[in-house]
């Protein structure tokens, strides 16, 4: 029998020219009659065998078919519907020529039914379409639920972060000890808006003063006075706003002004007043908020019995929470502060330090290395703690102190305090000169020609730097308090983007300081740098989870940070995975499966710009989807 051939391989179905007629053409018809079952000539055209056909005919696909007779390499095929190939999994594969006969379409992929897998199983151009089952959370999701400290809803009911000209809390409470007064400052409009008595009275032989003073995020004051080392002292609360009608006369007897002094504790803003005898207190406001009872707790730490308790910021009442600090070598505390982890730090001079699990009452005392702790504490927004001159990070897990490198400045020199704004950089004095650190590029600048007023410094919820007058022996003679004839200080402010410092308030402030909490930046930082949302999305029983997609707005300079951890715990506990965009994003291959798939939102703003050019992503809704099989 005659064999066929043709350009490239494929079978050529054409009428021969002229004299080729006779046994020639009657071969030709022969072996097309002899062809396996398929392999007809009646579809495909091949037009490049022009120059070999007069007028060429047409050529079915199925000469390429298993079983056809081949000769040469092998050739690309495809069997699955027109259309399909190259769509979803749908891919071609090879045949090769066997003994002059086309064996099977090796490594072809055809469609298939449509399961929950990610992927395009049916080659319609569509992924896991009624094959997956989904949940979602935000808008029409049912919303996001209560939020935390530092995000609130945007425009299109998305999570968005709290930004400083949303921060309704724009105080500072200055410590007057010219008068034993606690002036609030509002720091946008520049001026003294109410003043509070914090002692009884001014008589020639008191020796009280203003030790400490605190800021809860809500704006909210608390107030250490002390009688000196043999007493008595005590803590005060102030209201900001939600100040009570105490004697029920349906008016608010409180401060309205800078001259508006009410006697000491019969302004309706004081919330209470708690006794500690000679108790030598600190104090310290909850940076983490709380899921039931009051959202955070005010500590407090007695040195004389080691005992750090906790009560209630709106009533002064005692909760119930204590921690007695005990064992040889104790020291009492003289300072206490937390983390943004809740961790509450209690230490001394010297070089241990107390680490108190506040939810289980559990102390672990660490040894640190360095021969001083100092009083004052910060921690930056890298999370790392500042005693002093120095930074410190404490690793949980290899419980141990750690110090990214000396950052001493100088022998006998105490940079006190350290402030930090959430844009990582932070401020502390050195004498009269002001000192810069910026976090990013882990360095110190040193102003010596600041001329810095005092000896205390405060940050303001936007970003401002302030100090106020110090107060110097012999202004007030004999520590009498002072009468508004002394009302003479000044309080300065430093603008960090631009470098300039200006007088922002002249004259009308009582002479004393400005204490590193003044204003809550310690605690407030903690919400309105990068703050994390986390939610469970609830599938079934051993969940599949195979796709995210999420809905955000993002602004420049602003970024969103997507997190995963799959498990059957409602409660997150285990290792999570870093998911990018864009949506939706395939789930990694390592995700467990489990009946939740939890989610953990970090919303970062551009923290480095001036407040009024500050912007802030906007996470609107999430899913995910899964399948129970």
Same mark, same amino acid.
């Given at each position: 029998?005659?064999?066929?051939?043709?350009?490239?391989?494929?079978?050529?179905?054409?009428?021969?020219?002229?004299?080729?007629?006779?046994?020639?053409?009657?071969?030709? /018809?022969?072996?097309?009659?002899?062809?396996?079952? !398929?392999?007809?000539?009646?579809?495909?055209?091949?037009?490049?065998?022009?120059? =070999?056909?007069?007028?060429?005919?047409?050529?079915?696909?199925?000469?390429?078919?298993?079983?056809?007779?081949?000769?040469?390499?092998?050739?690309?095929?495809?069997?699955?519907?027109?259309?399909?190939?190259?769509?979803?999994?749908?891919?071609?594969?090879?045949?090769?020529?066997?003994? $002059?006969?086309?064996?099977?379409? #090796?490594?072809?992929?055809?469609? $298939?039914?449509?399961?929950?897998?990610? #992927?395009?199983?049916?080659?319609?151009?569509?992924?896991?379409?009624?094959?997956?089952?989904?949940?979602?959370?935000?808008? !029409?999701?049912?919303?996001?639920?209560?939020?935390?400290?530092?995000?609130?809803?945007?425009?299109?009911?998305?999570?968005?972060?709290?930004?400083?000209?949303?921060?309704?809390?724009?105080?500072?409470?200055?410590?007057?000890?010219?008068?034993?007064? &606690?002036?609030?400052?509002?720091?946008?409009?520049?001026?003294?808006?109410?003043?509070?008595?914090?002692?009884?009275?001014?008589?020639?032989?008191?020796?009280?003063?203003?030790?400490?003073? =605190?800021?809860?995020?809500?704006? @909210?004051?608390?107030?250490?006075?002390?009688?000196?080392?043999?007493?008595?002292?005590?803590?005060?609360?102030?209201?900001?706003?939600?100040?009570?009608?105490?004697?029920?006369?349906?008016?608010?007897?409180?401060?309205?002004?800078?001259?508006?002094?009410?006697?000491?504790?019969?302004?309706?803003?004081?919330?209470?007043?708690?006794?500690?005898?000679?108790?030598?207190?600190?104090?310290?406001?909850?940076?983490?908020?709380?899921?039931?009872?009051?959202?955070?707790?005010?500590?407090?730490?007695?040195?004389?019995?080691?005992?750090?308790?906790?009560?209630?910021?709106?009533?002064?009442?005692?909760?119930?929470?204590?921690?007695?600090?005990? !064992?040889?070598? #104790?020291?009492?505390?003289? *300072?206490?502060?937390?983390?943004?982890?809740?961790?509450?730090?209690?230490?001394?001079?010297?070089?241990?330090?107390?680490?108190?699990?506040?939810?289980?009452?559990? /102390?672990?005392?660490?040894?640190?290395?360095?021969?001083?702790?100092?009083? %004052?504490?910060?921690?930056?927004?890298?999370?790392?703690?500042?005693?002093?001159?120095?930074?410190?990070?404490?690793?949980?897990? $290899?419980?141990?102190?750690?110090?990214?490198?000396?950052?001493?400045?100088?022998?006998?020199?105490?940079? &006190?305090?350290?402030?930090?704004?959430?844009?990582?950089?932070?401020?502390?004095? *050195? !004498?009269?000169?002001?000192?810069?650190?910026?976090?990013?590029?882990?360095?110190?600048?040193?102003?010596?020609?600041?001329?810095?007023?005092?000896?205390?410094?405060?940050?303001?919820?936007?970003?401002?730097?302030?100090?106020?007058?110090?107060?110097?022996?012999?202004?007030?003679?004999? @520590?009498?308090?002072?009468?508004?004839?002394?009302?003479?200080?000044? =309080?300065?402010?430093?603008?960090?983007?631009?470098?300039? +410092?200006?007088? $922002?308030?002249?004259?009308?402030?009582?002479?004393?300081? #400005?204490?590193?909490?003044?204003?809550?930046?310690?605690?407030?930082?903690?919400?309105?740098?990068?703050?994390?949302?986390?939610?469970?999305?609830?599938?079934?029983?051993?969940?599949?989870?195979?796709?995210?997609?999420?809905?955000?707005?993002?602004?420049?300079?602003?970024?969103?940070?997507?997190?995963?951890?799959?498990?059957?715990?409602?409660?997150?506990?285990?290792?999570?995975?870093?998911?990018?965009?864009?949506?939706?994003?395939?789930?990694?291959?390592?995700?467990?499966?489990?009946?939740?798939?939890?989610?953990?939102?970090?919303?970062?703003? @551009?923290?480095?710009?001036?407040?009024?050019? +500050?912007?802030?992503?906007?996470?609107?809704? %999430?899913?995910?989807?899964?399948?129970?099989?």
């Amino acid at each position: 029998m005659l064999p066929l051939s043709g350009r490239h391989g494929a079978y050529s179905c054409s009428r021969p020219r002229g004299a080729l007629v006779g046994v020639f053409q009657a071969a030709f /018809v022969a072996a097309l009659l002899s062809l396996p079952p !398929g392999c007809g000539c009646a579809a495909r055209s091949h037009a490049n065998d022009a120059a =070999a056909t007069e007028d060429a005919g047409t050529c079915a696909d199925d000469l390429l078919s298993e079983g056809c007779p081949c000769a040469g390499a092998p050739r690309e095929c495809y069997e699955g519907p027109p259309g399909t190939l190259g769509v979803g999994v749908c891919a071609g594969g090879l045949r090769s020529c066997i003994r $002059a006969v086309f064996g099977p379409c #090796v490594g072809q992929t055809l469609a $298939a039914p449509e399961s929950c897998n990610a #992927v395009d199983d049916d080659c319609d151009g569509e992924t896991d379409e009624d094959a997956c089952e989904s949940a979602c959370v935000g808008a !029409g999701c049912g919303g996001w639920g209560e939020l935390p400290d530092g995000l609130r809803l945007g425009a299109d009911d998305g999570v968005t972060l709290v930004l400083p000209a949303d921060d309704p809390v724009a105080v500072l409470w200055f410590a007057e000890q010219h008068g034993r007064t &606690v002036a609030k400052v509002d720091t946008r409009a520049r001026e003294v808006i109410a003043r509070y008595r914090a002692s009884p009275g001014c008589p020639l032989e008191s020796v009280e003063r203003i030790a400490d003073v =605190a800021v809860d995020p809500e704006g @909210n004051a608390y107030v250490v006075v002390t009688g000196g080392w043999d007493g008595p002292w005590r803590v005060l609360s102030i209201a900001h706003e939600a100040c009570a009608d105490a004697d029920g006369d349906g008016v608010v007897e409180t401060s309205e002004g800078p001259d508006d002094i009410r006697p000491y504790l019969e302004d309706e803003c004081l919330r209470w007043s708690l006794d500690l005898g000679l108790d030598f207190p600190m104090i310290a406001v909850e940076r983490m908020a709380r899921g039931e009872g009051p959202e955070r707790l005010l500590w407090i730490a007695n040195s004389r019995t080691h005992r750090i308790f906790a009560v209630d910021p709106e009533s002064g009442l005692e909760t119930g929470d204590e921690i007695v600090l005990e !064992g040889e070598g #104790v020291y009492f505390p003289d *300072q206490i502060a937390f983390d943004a982890q809740g961790h509450l730090f209690a230490h001394r001079g010297g070089n241990r330090v107390a680490i108190v699990d506040t939810s289980s009452g559990r /102390v672990d005392w660490t040894q640190s290395a360095r021969i001083w702790i100092g009083p %004052a504490s910060s921690q930056d927004p890298a999370g790392r703690l500042w005693f002093d001159s120095q930074i410190q990070t404490f690793d949980f897990d $290899a419980e141990e102190w750690t110090w990214p490198r000396p950052y001493d400045l100088g022998r006998g020199w105490t940079m &006190v305090p350290v402030v930090f704004a959430s844009t990582g950089i932070g401020y502390g004095l *050195q !004498g009269s000169a002001l000192v810069t650190y910026d976090l990013e590029a882990d360095s110190f600048e040193i102003d010596r020609d600041a001329a810095m007023a005092s000896f205390s410094i405060s940050l303001d919820r936007d970003g401002f730097l302030w100090e106020l007058d110090e107060v110097w022996d012999g202004i007030c003679p004999g @520590n009498v308090c002072c009468d508004l004839e002394y009302d003479t200080a000044a =309080a300065y402010v430093r603008d960090p983007w631009e470098g300039d +410092r200006e007088v $922002a308030i002249e004259g009308g402030l009582r002479r004393g300081q #400005v204490f590193r909490e003044a204003s809550g930046t310690t605690a407030h930082d903690v919400t309105t740098g990068p703050v994390a949302l986390v939610r469970s999305l609830e599938g079934c029983e051993g969940a599949s989870w195979t796709r995210l997609f999420w809905d955000a707005q993002l602004p420049g300079g602003t970024h969103l940070e997507l997190e995963v951890m799959a498990s059957d715990d409602p409660v997150p506990s285990g290792v999570w995975f870093a998911i990018d965009p864009p949506s939706p994003a395939l789930l990694p291959d390592l995700l467990p499966r489990g009946r939740f798939l939890h989610l953990r939102a970090t919303l970062h703003s @551009n923290g480095d710009q001036p407040p009024d050019e +500050r912007r802030t992503p906007e996470l609107i809704s %999430a899913a995910g989807e899964f399948s129970c099989e």
